[in-house]
């Protein structure tokens, strides 16, 4: 199986499902280099270079660059949606949802409800979010949990090349709308990758990796940070499962609370701020339902309730690391 970065599993998502349907069609800033680029086309394949070498390959009329405006290109692709095409939007950070908030939450989340049923919003809203590029508070914020709190979308957040290019596909192909969520940190992850086109299921978590002392719960890049831990604490004789959820909405509550009854003793690793958070949710979801297995009181490890900082030392110690993780376990285990 070929390796390759989650940049390239997501362009070879988005190639292999353009070529299968001529509706899917893309529309963002600077997709295809951007207006006023001297005549040099795709030159820049989106901010971080994802969408490169799609307009050659589809040319203008499938790939669009927009104006700097996402509440207009967030209503069209929902527009556009409502009459039949299969359109992916791209914020080029998810914090500019707030300009296109309306069209999201009050439209395109609520047109199938709202229309008795009888409307489809095949629409696929792709954004990069999360801190450590260095980018400030205004570009690095994981805004997932606002997200998965409103009623009809569906909310993906992958954690590696494999599961990057799988979901992918299976979010184009979804007749709801899906916000896909990726990390900038990940595009240069390497992993194994098939050419050919393959889906997974929403609401389907991923067991990263088992073990019998710890349930430890990562939400997108957080997996990462969750296994470096389960590693470093296998060291020590810690034995420590990893379970990815992979989508907030759906999210795979079977899974979750199965693990969370046989081990006892759970850490949720969340990138997103605690308040009202999907470690929050995760954690209320496992005191209801199986308060009576827990050996000891669940740890979240998120980052800090404030804006992500600029400053480099303040930004990394603004995230969650495995150190934190690991001591967090160390505190259940003692009880």
């Not at 300009?99 to 999201?104: N, P, S």
């Not at 590693?231 to 899974?255: F, H, M, N």
């Amino acid at each position: 199986m070929a390796k390759k970065s989650f940049r390239q599993a997501l362009n070879d998502a988005l190639h292999s499902e353009m070529a299968r349907d001529p509706r899917v069609i893309m529309m963002g800033e600077d997709l295809t280099g951007g207006a006023g680029a001297n005549g040099v086309k795709d030159a820049w394949g989106g901010a971080f270079g994802v969408t490169r070498g799609l307009l050659e390959a589809f040319g203008p009329e499938r790939i669009r660059d927009t104006p700097i405006s996402e509440a207009a290109f967030i209503g069209a692709a929902a527009g556009a949606a409502l009459t039949g095409m299969r359109p992916i939007a791209e914020l080029m950070f998810v914090d500019f949802a707030g300009v296109c908030l309306d069209q999201i939450m009050n439209q395109v989340a609520k047109f199938r409800y709202m229309f008795g049923g009888r409307a489809r919003t095949p629409l696929v809203i792709r954004a990069t979010y999360g801190a450590g590029t260095r980018s400030a508070a205004q570009h690095t914020q994981a805004f997932y949990p606002i997200f998965t709190h409103i009623p009809g979308l569906k909310v993906v957040i992958p954690s590696n090349p494999y599961d990057a290019k799988g979901l992918l596909l299976q979010a184009i192909r979804d007749d709801d709308p899906v916000i896909f969520l990726e990390n900038k940190m990940l595009y240069d992850t390497v992993g194994e990758v098939p050419d050919a086109a393959y889906t997974i299921p929403f609401g389907e978590a991923r067991v990263v990796r088992d073990g019998k002392d710890v349930l430890i719960i990562g939400i997108g890049r957080m997996v990462a940070i969750a296994e470096e831990a389960a590693r470093k604490l296998s060291a020590e004789g810690v034995s420590a499962c990893v379970i990815d959820p992979r989508t907030t909405s759906p999210l795979d509550e079977d899974t979750l609370l199965d693990y969370a009854e046989q081990i006892g003793r759970v850490v949720i690793v969340d990138e997103a701020n605690p308040r009202c958070g999907v470690a929050a949710d995760i954690s209320a979801l496992l005191a209801d339902k199986c308060f009576d297995a827990l050996k000891g009181p669940i740890k979240l490890v998120t980052a800090p309730h404030s804006p992500v900082p600029y400053a480099p030392n303040l930004e990394d110690a603004y995230l969650p690391s495995a150190p934190a993780v690991i001591e967090a376990v160390k505190q259940i285990l003692k009880r």
